[in-house]
């Protein structure tokens, strides 16, 4: 019996000073370079490993399908620096953005597998801050680490 994937988004916190080079390293694999950066990614223990070892330079949990139509729709991008359109996502074959985006909710399709489009979405800081600290974790009343269904809420007011 196969378990069923989830869609995770990971949005990047904590900027680069004193970070080791190990944890710089795994936010590289992720594609999470720069503070505000958030990318979507499956819920595969190989991920849900590199999300633990730099927990305390992001944040993350499962995404809602409309959030992933609105990242798509507003910081979707393909190279170039072009807007992702609905045009594009005829081309791959699904019938607007929002198919597209039920389809990486599902887990059918990854962003990083999708030609032309960057699989990394520069997002705003977020609206009226953050609500805790940035150097605690989400449990004890900061921004950091796993914050499941909530990471919706940040997302919103990234976007």
Excluded at 1 to 13: G, P, Q, S
Excluded at 108 to 131: A, I, N, Q, T
Excluded at 133 to 156: F, H, M, P, Q, T
Aim: hydrophobic fraction near 35%; proline fraction near 3%; glycine fraction near 8%.
């Amino acid at each position: 019996m196969e378990e069923k994937r989830k869609c995770l988004v990971a949005i990047r916190i904590r900027g680069m000073s004193d970070i080791s080079q190990e944890i710089k390293d795994t936010l590289n694999m992720l594609r999470l370079t720069r503070n505000c950066h958030a990318t979507l990614i499956d819920d595969r223990p190989a991920y849900k490993g590199m999300l633990r070892k730099s927990k305390d330079y992001l944040t993350w949990g499962e995404v809602s399908q409309e959030n992933i139509a609105l990242l798509l729709k507003k910081r979707g991008k393909l190279t170039g620096d072009k807007k992702l359109t609905d045009e594009y996502a005829k081309e791959l074959g699904y019938k607007s953005l929002d198919d597209l985006a039920e389809a990486m909710f599902k887990v059918e399709v990854e962003c990083s597998s999708l030609s032309k489009v960057k699989p990394v979405f520069r997002l705003r800081p977020p609206k009226k801050g953050f609500k805790g600290k940035v150097k605690r974790s989400y449990a004890a009343g900061g921004e950091l680490g796993y914050r499941g269904d909530a990471i919706n809420d940040l997302l919103k007011r990234m976007v």
